[in-house]
T-cell receptor, first 111, second 112 residues
Framework: DVKVTQSSRYLVKRTGEKVFLECVQD?????MFWYRQDPGLGLRLIYF???????EKGDIPEGYSVSREKKERFSLILESASTNQTSMYLC??????????FGPGTRLTVT | AQSVTQPDIHITVSEGASLELRCNYS??????LFWYVQSPGQGLQLLLK??????LVQGIKGFEAEFKRSQSSFNLRKPSVHWSDAAEYFC??????????FGPGTSLSVIP
């Protein structure tokens, strides 16, 4: 079975802090994705990566950056966390052209 | 424009009753379509997928979906709902560059 893990299930950070969310997949998938999920807005794509060191902006990249130094790991970085970044963050991975597999999510609260 | 709509925000059914969740898409080429389920506080789990071929696809947990090109629909069905099926259901469409557009979701409640 495909396994996508995320570093934390729950995270509480203060405004202005730098926040790292980590995602690891064990299936040698080329593609990895970061979404945020908010009530009434569904899933929105923040960034995705189709290869090591490659990244593409999604629909809402502002305030976020990403890093993919190894194929299995995709990190989402909030350079200076703000309260409007309080959300559920979901990581996913996929083989090229195939379906995405999701991690359990990280519920981030910024106070 | 590429889009996915799920007309029903919330549905309530009795345990043992049949279920149909609606999904409509807009896409200019042959669509790759998915249904995902999300239990409270969890990530999304793939229920089933349609890439090509047979328009009736079977998935996990007793779910099936039918692709109808003429109606641009990909409705999810289950003949008999169990209380454990209460969750959020997302229809999704794969577009270019392996990006996926998700519908807004349908929340399912099951009455015992």
């Amino acid at each position: 079975d495909v396994k996508v893990t995320q570093s934390s299930r729950y995270l509480v950070k203060r405004t202005g802090e730098k926040v790292f969310l980590e995602c690891v997949q064990d299936m040698d998938h080329e593609n990895m994705f970061w979404y945020r999920q908010d009530p009434g807005l569904g899933l929105r794509l923040i960034y995705f990566s189709y290869d090591v060191k490659m990244k593409e902006k999604g629909d809402i990249p502002e305030g976020y950056s990403v890093s993919r130094e190894k194929k299995e790991r995709f990190s989402l970085i909030l350079e200076s966390a703000s309260t409007n970044q309080t959300s559920m963050y979901l990581c996913a991975s996929s083989f090229k052209y195939y379906e995405q597999y999701f991690g359990p999510g990280t519920r981030l609260t910024v106070t | 424009a590429q889009s996915v709509t799920q007309p029903d925000i919330h549905i309530t059914v009795s345990e043992g009753a049949s279920l149909e969740l609606r999904c409509n898409y807009s896409y200019g080429a042959t669509p790759y379509l998915f249904w995902y389920v999300q239990s409270p506080g969890q990530g999304l789990q793939l229920l089933l997928k349609y890439f090509s071929g047979d328009t009736l696809v079977q998935g996990i947990k007793g779910f099936e979906a039918e692709f109808k090109r003429s109606q641009s629909s990909f409705n999810l069905r289950k003949p008999s709902v169990h209380w454990s099926d209460a969750a959020e259901y997302f229809c999704a469409l794969k577009t270019s560059y392996d990006k996926v557009i998700f519908g807004p979701g349908t929340s399912l409640s099951v009455i015992p």
